[in-house]
């Protein structure tokens, strides 16, 4: 039987990922990946630099926590490895097609608004689009609908940010789940 999305969390947070570094095999969290400079597999350079921008405006220290990393590596597991929340909202899978027309739709719309990337805009600015989006009220928006976008986009964040004992500590937040997680990161 597959174990549930919210027992693999409990179990053991997000967990350590496997990644190649240098022809090796290593486990690392999403943070330590991003700090090794693990490069995606799946998103295109400026996709990632997007995803962790509005990540990280949406939940804050979540551009660190590596949520560019973390929803790259789960885009190239299998569906049945996939952690990801939009598993459970009714999107067809393969889920890449969501996040790329998402993500250049929020490039398309700052571009149009203010002549910048996402990931350049201000913080007045980025706070702005964000809003609207999460309203739906962005217009010549061509990606996926947009409050569904900003729910995913949010929850990535969120289990990255939060998802484990650190981001229980860091919201002063006992941790107590009934199965420890098998790695101090989970």
Same mark, same amino acid.
């Given at each position: 039987?597959?174990?549930?999305?919210? %027992?693999?969390?409990?179990?053991?947070?997000?967990?350590?990922? /496997?990644?190649?570094?240098?022809?090796?095999?290593? %486990?690392?969290?999403?943070? !330590?990946?991003?700090? =090794?400079?693990?490069?995606?597999?799946?998103?295109?350079?400026?996709? %990632?630099?997007?995803?962790?921008?509005?990540? !990280?405006?949406?939940?804050?220290?979540?551009?660190?926590? @590596?949520?560019?990393?973390?929803?790259?590596? +789960?885009?190239?597991? /299998?569906?049945?490895?996939?952690?990801?929340?939009? +598993?459970?909202?009714?999107?067809?899978?393969?889920?890449? /097609?969501?996040?790329?027309?998402?993500?250049?739709?929020?490039?398309?719309?700052?571009?149009?608004?203010?002549?910048?990337?996402?990931?350049?805009?201000?913080?007045?600015? =980025?706070?702005?689009?964000?809003?609207?989006?999460?309203?739906?009220?962005?217009? !010549?928006?061509?990606?996926?609908?947009?409050?569904?976008?900003?729910?995913?986009?949010?929850?990535?964040?969120? !289990?990255?940010?939060?998802?484990?004992?650190?981001?229980?500590?860091?919201?002063?937040?006992?941790?107590?789940?009934?199965?420890?997680?098998?790695?101090?990161? @989970?």
């Amino acid at each position: 039987m597959k174990a549930t999305r919210r %027992e693999i969390l409990y179990a053991g947070g997000i967990g350590l990922l /496997s990644f190649t570094l240098g022809g090796a095999k290593v %486990e690392l969290s999403p943070r !330590d990946a991003r700090e =090794a400079g693990v490069k995606p597999r799946v998103l295109l350079s400026n996709e %990632e630099e997007t995803l962790a921008a509005l990540g !990280d405006r949406i939940v804050p220290g979540s551009r660190e926590s @590596g949520v560019s990393v973390y929803v790259d590596h +789960q885009l190239a597991v /299998s569906f049945e490895e996939c952690m990801l929340m939009i +598993q459970y909202l009714g999107v067809a899978p393969p889920f890449t /097609s969501f996040y790329r027309s998402g993500l250049s739709s929020v490039n398309s719309v700052a571009r149009a608004r203010h002549g910048q990337p996402f990931a350049e805009l201000t913080d007045a600015n =980025a706070e702005a689009l964000i809003e609207d989006m999460a309203s739906e009220k962005l217009e !010549d928006w061509e990606g996926p609908p947009q409050g569904l976008f900003y729910f995913v986009i949010r929850n990535d964040a969120c !289990d990255v940010q939060y998802g484990t004992q650190e981001g229980f500590v860091r919201l002063n937040v006992p941790y107590a789940a009934h199965i420890l997680p098998p790695s101090e990161w @989970g």
